[in-house]
Antibody, heavy 114, light 112 residues
Framework: EVQLVESGGGLVQPGSPLKLSCAAS????????LNWIRQAPGKGLEWVAS????????YYPDTVKGRFVVSKDNAKNTGYLQMNNLRSEDTAMYYC???????WGQGVMVTVSS | DVVMTQTPPSLSVAIGQSVSISCKSS???????????LHWLLQSPGRSPKRLIY???NLGSGVPDRFSGTGSQKDFTLKISRVEAEDLGVYYC?????????FGSGTKLEIK
């Protein structure tokens, strides 16, 4: 069964770092892009980061560029999102998803508050 | 950035009726390989999004053929024939042709 399982969310203070993980199974992780998308409470979907299959290229929107870093370990079938200098506006449910949104994880909540 | 304009923002339909959702992009979504990376997602209440349609008109795995997608370049439509109760939720169009990747603002489908 194809699965993506996020972990690592929680409540953090503004300015803190947090690292999310996305454990993949049931498909060839090394052949797929890994994407991170977030959804603030009651809002729509916002793309946060993408990494190509071999991990050599990464992409970010301006809202997180310089603060977030996406990576993947194909040997461990796991992707990561390192989030630094978190702000209150980063509060959201964070999802990881495969190439072209074919499968999403269940999401993990990140709350940034003092 | 590619802006995805989705209409209507909400719909209320009876079981068995058909509905259409429009999605217009500010730029052509045809990639250099000739393919159009426009997708439709459904987020059911309390769930993560699920891809229904990929590359304009291809039905995702396990998706009922009541769902269909059409369109080209900058103008796309999702049609749901014979709406069922399980179809309620928020529908999003999404493009993966251009970075930054963008989503429509969503269409909330309610069942009368």
């Amino acid at each position: 069964e194809v699965q993506l399982v996020e972990s690592g969310g929680g409540l953090v203070q503004p300015g803190s770092p947090l690292k999310l993980s996305c454990a993949a199974s049931g498909f060839t992780f090394s052949s797929n892009w890994l994407n991170w998308i977030r959804q603030a409470p009651g809002k729509g979907l916002e793309w946060v980061a993408s990494i190509n299959p071999d991990g050599s290229s990464t992409y970010y929107p301006d809202t997180v560029k310089g603060r977030f870093v996406v990576s993947k370990d194909n040997a461990k079938n796991t992707g990561y999102l390192q989030m630094n200098n978190l702000r209150s506006e980063d509060t959201a449910m964070y999802y990881c998803a495969r190439t072209n949104w074919v499968r999403w994880g269940q999401g993990v909540m990140v709350t940034v508050s003092s | 950035d590619v802006v995805m304009t989705q209409t209507p923002p909400s719909l209320s339909v009876a079981i068995g009726q058909s509905v259409s959702i429009s999605c217009k992009s500010s730029q052509s979504l045809v990639y250099s390989d000739g393919k159009t990376y426009l997708h439709w997602l459904l987020q059911s209440p309390g769930r993560s999004p699920k891809r229904l349609i990929y590359q304009v008109s291809n039905l995702g795995s396990g998706v009922p053929d009541r769902f269909s997608g059409t369109g080209s370049q900058k103008d796309f439509t999702l049609k749901i024939s014979r709406v069922e109760a399980e179809d309620l939720g928020v529908y999003y169009c999404a493009q993966t042709t251009h970075f930054p990747l963008t989503f429509g603002s969503g269409t909330k489908l309610e069942i009368k």
